[in-house]
C-alpha cells in the first residue's frame, strides 16, 4: 500500500455539484487509508466548488487553472483533449487512474495507449450532451453559454463520441453509480459494469434523531428542505407550484438551498412572488458543510423534484440525517434509493398534485414521520456508507494495478 499510487482524474472542478462531492470524497477517503492519491481537473474554481474541501486536498489543473469568465468550461476541456499526449507523461508515474467525466477517459486512455498504466471509469451518467435524458431533449443540455457551446459541439462532431466510446471500452474496470446507470451503459458501450452506489460520509445519531424530533414537535411552522443547484433540470418550477398546493393545506415554510443561476434563479424568485408564497420561502443559495447540517437537522421533510435523476445525492444525504423523502417514481436514481412508504414516499409522475399531498401526509401525521425518520436513518447507514463505497473501489483498483 506505500507505494501503491493512484491519481483521481475529473473533468472540471467548477460547481459544486454531486459529481464533484463523489469525486473529492473518494480521495478524501482514500487517503485516509493510506494511499498517494492526487486529483486532477481541467479547470479548478475554488470557491464554487466545495471551497473548504477543494482548499484541503491535493487537487490540480492537468495543464494551467484558466478562468475564463463564461467560457472556461468549454476551452479548457478542449485544450486539455488536444494536449493529451503531453498530460499522458504527467500522469505516467501512477500505478492505477479512476476516471470520473470526460475528458478523463481519454487522458487515461491515451496514457494506457503510451505508457500501460491501467485505468477504471466510474460513470456517474453517459456524457448527457451525446446520449440526453428525457429532460434534456426537452430543455437542452447546456444551462449556461458554456455547456451550450460543448453541446453544440458534440451534436456536430462524431469524434465525441469515438472517443467517448474508445475510452470506456478499454478500462480495465467500469464502475457506475445507480442501477439506472448501469442499464444505460450496458446498452451504449456493451460493458459489464460494477454497482458502487455514491455514498455519505456524515450520519446523524439515534440521540440526535431523538433530540431534533423533540424540537421539531414545538417549531411552527415546519420545514420543508430541498437542495439542489438552481438549474432549470432541476424543476424549481415545479417544487414553487407543489407547494403553493402545500400551503392550501398546512402553514409550513420552504428552504431552498443551493448555488445561484446567472439568469435562471431570478427567473423562479419571481415565479414565487407571482405565486405569493415568497414570503414563506428562503433561497439559500450555497452554504457551508455546517450550515447544511443544520438545515437538515432542522428540518422535517425533503423533497426533491429533480426528474430522472441519475443517482440524486440530496434524498440519500437527507435520509442519513433522518429525514423522510418525498421523490418522484419515475424508474430514476432517487426511485431506486428511497423505499417507498418505508423511508419516504414515491409520487406518480409527474403529478404535482400527488407530490404535494404525499409531502402532506408526512407533515401532518407525526407518528409517521418519525417512524420514516428512523427507517430513513438506518437505510443510508446500511447501504450508503462511505466505507463500503472505498472498499468497493480498492478491492477492485487492486485487481487492476
Known sequence: ME???LAVLHSAFIESGGAERVVLDQVQSLRLKGYKVDCYGSTINHKKCFPEVVESLPVKPY?????IPKFSYSTVLPLTMFFSGFISKKLKNYDVLLCHHQPAPWLAYKTWLNYKIPYACYIHHPPRFLYPRPV???LGWGHDYDRKVIEFLGKRLNFFRKIDRVSVLNAKKVFVNSKRVLREV???YGVKPILCYPAIKTFTTK???DENFSKKKTSKPLTILTTGRHTPHKRFDWLLKIFKKILRELDVFLVVVGAFHPTYTAKIRDMASKLKIHNKIDFTGRVSEEKLKKYYSESSVYV???PNEDFGLGPVEAMGFGLPVVVWGDGSGPDETVVDG???FKAEPYNLEDFAQKTIKILVDERLRRKMAENALNHAKTNFSLEKHTETLIKNLQSIA
Open 3 to 5: 507505494n501503491f499510487r
Open 63 to 67: 495543464l494551467a487553472n484558466l478562468t
Open 136 to 138: 434534456e431533449k426537452r
Open 186 to 188: 450496458k446498452e451504449i
Open 207 to 209: 440521540k440526535s434523531l
Open 304 to 306: 426533491y423534484t429533480s
Open 342 to 344: 418505508v423511508t419516504g
